[in-house]
């Protein structure tokens, strides 16, 4: 709902701050106090198109912001997290047009596009008036209207489930009849990378074992020097290091025979001794397997020379080959199969297309049947608002598939294209006047007349209808009296489901108000201003008086005024 309005030099408004309330909303005033000017500031609002012409005299820009309550409205949540702006139970939506052209729209303060604002206006109000944001008067939206009204949540689950799954299945055999084409241009390409690799078969990790083995064996002569070099000083010639130790721990052993302070400096010794045993013995083993075969060395060259060389061709490592190797068969592979996957996808594309087909007639039969209570319920509806006579029908047609469609079901021996919404086309058409034949909803002109078919639509489909906020210009439009009376129970009927804010010149209708604001023009210098207040019970008794006596207020009046008040609760 809508919980607060700001106005700013927007037209005659200089500035209109009001708060509204749930139920029943009634906005009066005289004939161009700026009723419809609050009405197009909403419009501005909720994304409708505005030039600078709106900015008021003297001022810069003019702006625009309401402040909804949204903590229900599940549809507004996923929008605002399908694009990044935190949900919070008060949505704060405002527009602004600067002289400047630095035009700016706002979700929650963060800057939107007058699209997305747009979107959003359409999950929060329905305006019915003298413009286009009327959701009933877009027919896309009747199939929606038809589906919350029958109660098809769970066929229409199941059945766009199994379209689901059909488009999975074009999309893949899409996919599948793409690389066919591909595959045959590059099947030789991909046969000579393969065979390239082949020829040399990396092994995961083969080239990192290679450069350490090779650097041991580009080396094997030094190593070779080092290792003999070593051996003998440590232990072959006469002044080796291990003869020399010996001789010192035979001299540390009769120092300790003597003094056994040595005791523990004696068996440190001991132990270097083993060291240099253990030392000298490792050198020996490792001289002798120190390999100088050249043609091994030459081997090795070439095989890291091979490697190298398909790393830079093919990935820049082993792991990136072998990735490309298995990819390339896969593809080869698919390629020697492709008639017999696609001829299996088509398969499973025939048998989708007619699981689909049982699932969206029995989507389409609950509409069908529910179609006829929406029919009956809505003329009787528009009766009691005194549009007799109407006839309302609700259009459920099936538009059938040719050579070039790809969105289809089978039902039968028929083709018919399909949608995610089934394959039902519907349509709204009325006819407001005895012997004329019902027309597209669309096509409807008087505003009024709209005004009044919306009223009956949205009473009819009230429980269903997920709209919060619905707002209502000049519905009473050629109505008066006993009409009038019927007119104002259904928008306080209306109101239990949603909150409503409507505009209107008569008594009968204002009566109903659960709070009533004023439109009122007065003159500020050299300037007329309009402002918009709320009544309380005394100045709404005068203000309902006023609309049934005109400006003179008599006693009668308001004795009337006050007995139609009483009357409407």
Excluded at 343 to 363: D, F, N, V
Aim: a negative charge; one cysteine or more.
């Amino acid at each position: 709902m809508l919980k607060t309005l700001h106005i700013q030099d927007y037209a005659l408004i200089e500035k209109i701050a009001v708060e509204f309330g749930k139920g029943l909303n009634i906005i009066t005033g005289e004939t161009g106090a700026g009723k419809s000017i609050l009405i197009d500031a909403l419009g501005m609002l909720l994304g409708e198109r505005a030039s600078t012409e709106v900015v008021r005299k003297g001022a810069q820009k003019s702006f625009v912001e309401g402040i909804f309550d949204v903590e229900q409205n599940s549809k507004i949540k996923k929008l605002l997290e399908e694009n990044d702006i935190d949900f919070v139970n008060e949505l704060i939506v405002r527009r602004e047009i600067s002289l400047k052209g630095s035009n700016r729209s706002f979700l929650n303060d963060t800057p939107v596009t007058l699209g997305l604002l747009k979107e959003a206006g359409n999950l929060l109000v329905d305006l019915h008036g003298q413009h286009e944001h009327q959701s009933l008067l877009r027919t896309e939206t009747h199939i929606e209207v038809l589906d919350e009204f029958a109660g098809v949540e769970q066929s229409l689950i199941k059945y766009q489930y199994q379209y689901s799954v059909l488009n999975k299945i074009i999309s893949e055999l899409k996919e599948l009849r793409q690389k066919e084409k591909i595959l045959a241009e590059k099947k030789d390409y991909y046969s000579f990378q393969v065979k390239e690799i082949d020829a040399v078969s990396p092994e995961a990790g083969e080239d990192k074992l290679l450069e350490d083995e090779l650097l041991i064996l580009e080396n094997s002569e030094r190593l070779l020097e080092l290792g003999n070099s070593i051996y003998e000083k440590l232990y072959e010639t006469d002044e080796s290091v291990y003869d020399t130790i010996t001789k010192i721990q035979n001299e540390i052993n009769e120092l300790n025979s003597i003094d056994k302070s040595f005791s523990e400096v004696s068996e440190e010794f001991r132990t270097a001794v083993t060291i240099i045993k253990d030392v000298s013995d490792y050198m020996r083993a490792y001289r002798e397997k120190v390999d100088l075969d050249p043609e091994r060395l030459e081997s090795m060259r070439s095989r890291l020379s091979s490697l190298n060389l398909l790393k830079k061709k093919y990935g820049g490592s082993i792991e990136n080959i072998l990735e490309l190797r298995k990819k390339l068969g896969d593809e080869l592979d698919l390629a020697e199969n492709f008639s017999e996957r696609i001829t299996e996808l088509e398969s499973q594309i025939k048998t989708q297309r007619e699981k689909c087909g049982k699932e969206a007639e029995a989507l389409s039969a609950k509409r069908k049947s529910s179609a006829k209570v929406v029919e009956k319920e809505i003329v009787n509806a528009l009766d009691h608002l005194g549009i007799t006579d109407s006839v309302f029908k609700v259009s459920i047609t099936q538009n059938p598939a040719d050579s070039s469609t790809e969105n289809y079901i089978v039902t039968g021996e028929k083709k018919f294209r399909c949608s995610s919404s089934g394959y039902d086309s519907i349509e709204f058409y009325i006819s407001t006047n005895r012997g004329e034949d019902p027309k597209p909803l669309i096509r409807v002109a008087s505003g009024g007349e709209i005004s009044r078919i919306m009223l009956a639509l949205k009473t009819i489909l009230a429980k269903n209808d997920k709209l919060p906020l619905l707002i209502f210009d000049e519905i009473d439009t050629g109505v008066s009296g006993r009409i009038a009376q019927k007119v104002g129970q259904s928008l306080k009927a209306l109101s239990k489901f949603h909150q409503i804010i409507s505009i209107t010149h008569l008594p009968q209708i204002a009566g109903f108000a659960d709070h009533h604001f004023m439109v009122k023009k007065e003159a500020a210098g050299d300037r007329v201003i309009s402002s918009l207040n709320k009544l309380d019970e005394e100045s709404r008794i005068r203000e309902i008086a006023k609309l049934l006596s005109g400006e003179l207020v008599t006693e009668a009046s308001i004795k009337g005024a006050k007995e139609l008040m009483q009357h409407s609760r």
